[in-house]
DNA sequence: ACCTTATTCTATCGGAT
DNA sequence: ATCCGGTAGAATAAGGT
């Protein structure tokens, strides 16, 4: 009864989570002296330029990394894009299959003889001991189902970055490689502001959502990960297409939830569900004809759930009308 | 590892449109 | 006939001991 716990693993805040005490993590005020956000792109952090307090490590570069050896200033980074998506970051050779040269060509049998060899040890340096052979199939799995999920690439470079983290921490040993790339994914989709529910997740993982759960629970405690609890509010998007539901309606939904925010009626609940019955109340204001049970069955939340808060919700969406 | 509490889910039924 | 709303009891999640 005294820790302020925000990261809960299915995104919901907690009873006596205050959001004040919640860093803000898009916010440019530092939430200690509310000093303005400092961008230090060196080190990839975000700081507060008063207090130093650092607000976030480990943010992904966005920009291009370009740079120029010949003369002096212009400091482009030139190549490839280095991504943490590649167990090498994508810096490594390979070597291809066809046995013809950069014309097309057949090689000589001799020339075939030496190709082979040299693929044979290519393999063998570029993914050379058991570790890095995990790296590529975690991050594979991290491709696999950000895509299944519609995560855009800075979620899944963040994934992959937490990944890395977490090998290198040694968390890996005893849990399995499906586990935490996915618990890493769900981390990453939920610093992004583009969260799924842990459900959604198992479904596409290889693994159910219990040791997803484990995995998620022991890397936010060990790599100290500061994930506020979701918004329901990033959840609208996506159930508003997959129900149809038109903007006017969604923009609704949107400002349904801004007001019951304001009263505290999210806290403790689960972000999904009030998601769901926001979308169901803005649905029915704006006469558009939804069920409760389509609705839960979209958001993988139960219709109970649905009406339970889309009562409460429109409550608090009126009273704040009236004022 | 077990216990407590709040929330959500499943199943079910009566009533309304 | 389908949708809504309410309810009981099981299940789950999170925190604490």
Known sequence: MSQTIVDTADGRSTRNGERE????????????????????????????????????????????????FDDEGDRRRVGAPVTTLRHDKGLSTTIGWEDQDAYGNQLSGRKREQLRR?????????????????????????????????????????????????????LLPGRSIEAMSTACLYAAARQ?????????????????????????????????LQIEPADPIHYLPQYASELEISDDAERLAREILEAAMEQDLHSGRSPAGLAAAAIYGAARLTNERITQETVGAETGVSKVTVRNRY???????GEARDR
């Open 21 to 68: 005490t919640v860093p803000e993590r898009r916010g440019s005020e530092c939430p200690e002296c509310a000093g303005s956000i400092h961008h230090d792109e060196e080190r990839g952090e975000r700081a507060c330029a008063e207090c130093g307090l650092v607000i976030d490590t480990d943010e992904i570069d966005y920009g291009p990394e370009w740079r120029a």
């Open 192 to 224: 992004h502001g583009t969260p799924r529910t842990l459900v959604a997740f198992a479904s596409v993982s290889r693994v159910e959502k219990l040791p997803v759960q484990r995995a998620y629970r022991y890397l936010s405690v060990e790599l100290d």
């Open 118 to 170: 040299l693929r044979t040890w290519n393999e063998r340096f570029t993914s050379k001991n058991a570790a890095e052979r995990n790296l590529k199939h975690a991050f594979g799995e991290i491709e696999r189902m950000a895509s299944a999920l519609g995560l855009p690439k800075p979620c899944r470079e963040t994934a992959g970055v937490l990944y890395r983290r977490a090998v290198e921490e040694g």
């Open 311 to 317: 009562r409460e919700l429109l409550d608090a969406y």
